[in-house]
T-cell receptor, first 113, second 112 residues
Framework: NAGVTQTPKFQVLKTGQSMTLQCAQDMNHNSMYWYRQDPGMGLRLIYYSASEGTTDKGEVPNGYNVSRLNKREFSLRLESAAPSQTSVYFC????????????FGPGTRLTVT | GQQVMQIPQYQHVQEGEDFTTYCNSSTTLSNIQWYKQRPGGHPVFLIQLVKSGEVKKQKRLTFQFGEAKKNSSLHITATQTTDVGTYFCAGDRGSTLGRLYFGRGTQLTVWP
């Protein structure tokens, strides 16, 4: 099992450009999450999805959109990137029957210039 | 606002010294989880505490959940250089959606 995979690992964007971060899990988990991590700020939830076809806003959703394409995949889209979105982005998944412990992907380091 | 407070933000210790990080929630939690993130890595699940007053041990690590299920602590005895990283607590408020509320983490540095 690969667990949670994320692409790309690194990305540099110019202000105003758009991009989609991809996430996939092979553990048959229902719930998936997108976090951003900034120095000293911990992990802040952007969006999450409890099941295919449903998404909910987290703590910092502005400037982002998500798509739960199917049970395996959950993508995060930046429509018009801003320097404030420079961060490390983590995708995670969990299974309610397993106690909701979250499994994280390796992260995407995004720089917006 | 911050749902789960975690202190201290940074801790520097000499190898062999003990280390403790504390977590406090503004609301009662159904359970609390702890994660470790090595430098440059991703958070990795360590343990989950569910019961009021619960204490669990993993080798040199001791985890406690408060009686009111609002606070928790992680204590490491005789730190080693392999303990370096950031430790996060994450509170579960009982939602069926699996959402966790993460503290900001304690970054531990261990000097040899």
């Amino acid at each position: 099992n690969a667990g949670v995979t994320q692409t790309p690992k690194f990305q540099v964007l110019k202000t105003g450009q758009s991009m989609t971060l991809q996430c996939a899990q092979d553990m048959n988990h229902n719930s998936m999450y997108w976090y951003r991590q900034d120095p000293g700020m911990g992990l802040r939830l952007i969006y999450y999805s409890a099941s295919e076809g449903t998404t909910d806003k987290g703590e910092v959703p502005n400037g982002y959109n998500v798509s739960r394409l199917n049970k395996r995949e959950f993508s995060l889209r930046l429509e018009s990137a801003a320097p404030s979105q420079t961060s490390v982005y983590f995708c995670a998944s969990s299974d309610p029957t397993g106690g909701y412990e979250q499994y994280f992907g390796p992260g995407t380091r995004l720089t917006v210039t | 606002g911050q749902q789960v407070m975690q202190i201290p933000q940074y801790q520097h210790v000499q190898e062999g010294e003990d280390f403790t990080t504390y977590c406090n929630s503004s609301t009662t939690l159904s359970n609390i989880q702890w994660y470790k993130q090595r430098p440059g890595g991703h958070p990795v699940f360590l343990i989950q505490l569910v019961k009021s007053g619960e204490v669990k041990k993993q080798k040199r690590l001791t985890f406690q959940f408060g009686e009111a299920k609002k606070n928790s602590s992680l204590h490491i005895t005789a730190t080693q250089t392999t303990d370096v990283g950031t430790y996060f607590c994450a509170g579960d408020r009982g939602s069926t959606l699996g959402r966790l509320y993460f503290g900001r983490g304690t970054q531990l540095t261990v000097w040899p």
